[in-house]
């Protein structure tokens, strides 16, 4: 999808991306061996220029991230998943005036990582600066801030796809439970059923000595990274069919 975008181009918004792509100029190449003016000479010479930056920085997030807006930072997923990572966190939820991070898991599509409140948890910062691309579900709202506020000054990954929005724009609505469901996505007997309020629960439970609550805290919080997986990649494909099917 990446080299069929425009919209990274200054001046270049989603009207122009989708002329271009109806006069049959759908990819970056095909830009390049267009033999009409497009928009006129000096705007095309521009084009011109920013395909071919784009080009050697095709290997470098941080170009496309900084020029795609926060709501079509999926395009960029095909060509950098390679360095991705899911990440979920866990909170205490305010319970008895305490608020703060239980559990941070990370998933990177071959290996799950947890950090946990009390064990690991400050090993967290260290790993997350492997990954360049980030997914999460409704991270922008909740856990990126909590990350934030825990780890001052932490270095994130460079691009961040917060599912929520992108399934949203697709007609996908109500929480991840809600949606894995929606997609077939099943979890397993000991996890199913249970939802943010548990996760507290479960924690206040290991708190008090209940190591078999823990375990089954980390079950679910693996579920919610393992799932954004196949979450993200038919996301990715029903919003690229989308767009270029319509043209």
């Known amino acids: 999808m990446l080299?069929?975008?425009?919209?990274?181009?200054?001046?270049?918004?989603?009207?122009?991306?989708?002329?271009?792509?109806?006069?049959?100029?759908?990819t970056w190449q095909n830009f390049f061996n267009k033999r009409k003016t497009v928009l006129s000479p000096g705007r095309d010479q521009f084009v011109k220029e920013e395909l071919e930056a784009s080009l050697r920085h095709l290997n470098d997030i941080s170009f496309f991230s900084k020029?795609?807006?926060?709501?079509e930072m999926w395009r960029i997923y095909d060509t950098f998943k390679?360095?991705?990572?899911?990440?979920?966190?866990?909170?205490?939820?305010?319970y008895q005036g305490y608020d703060e991070i239980t559990v941070i898991g990370?998933?990177?599509?071959?290996?799950?990582?947890?950090?946990?409140n009390g064990i690991n948890l400050e090993e967290f910062e260290i790993?997350?600066?492997?990954?360049?691309?980030?997914?999460?579900?409704n991270g922008s709202m909740f856990d990126i801030p909590y990350i934030r506020r825990v780890f001052p000054g932490?270095?994130?990954?460079?691009?961040?796809?917060?599912l929520r929005f992108l399934l949203k724009k697709l007609g996908y609505s109500g929480g991840?439970?809600?949606?894995?469901?929606?997609?077939?996505?099943?979890?397993?007997?000991?996890?199913k059923g249970l939802n943010g309020y548990a996760a507290v629960m479960m924690w206040n439970a290991y708190q008090s000595g209940d190591q078999d609550a823990l375990k089954r805290l980390i079950e679910y919080n693996t579920a919610d990274i393992v799932n954004?997986?196949?979450l993200m990649e038919k996301a990715y494909m029903e919003m690229k069919k989308k767009l270029l099917s319509s043209v």
Do not use: C, N
Not at 82 to 94: A, N, P, Q
Not at 176 to 191: A, C, Q, S, T, V
């Open 127 to 137: 790993a997350i600066a492997d990954y360049d691309l980030m997914v999460t579900f």
């Open 106 to 116: 990370l998933y990177d599509a071959y290996k799950v990582h947890t950090f946990v």
């Open 3 to 26: 080299e069929h975008t425009f919209i990274h181009i200054q001046g270049i918004g989603p009207k122009i991306e989708r002329m271009f792509w109806e006069r049959g100029i759908r």
């Open 67 to 71: 020029r795609l807006s926060t709501g």
């Open 82 to 94: 390679k360095d991705i990572v899911f990440l979920d966190i866990e909170t205490s939820g305010g």
């Open 228 to 230: 954004l997986e196949p």
């Open 176 to 191: 991840l439970k809600k949606i894995e469901e929606d997609f077939g996505l099943d979890r397993g007997p000991e996890i």
């Open 154 to 162: 932490i270095s994130l990954p460079a691009a961040h796809i917060d």
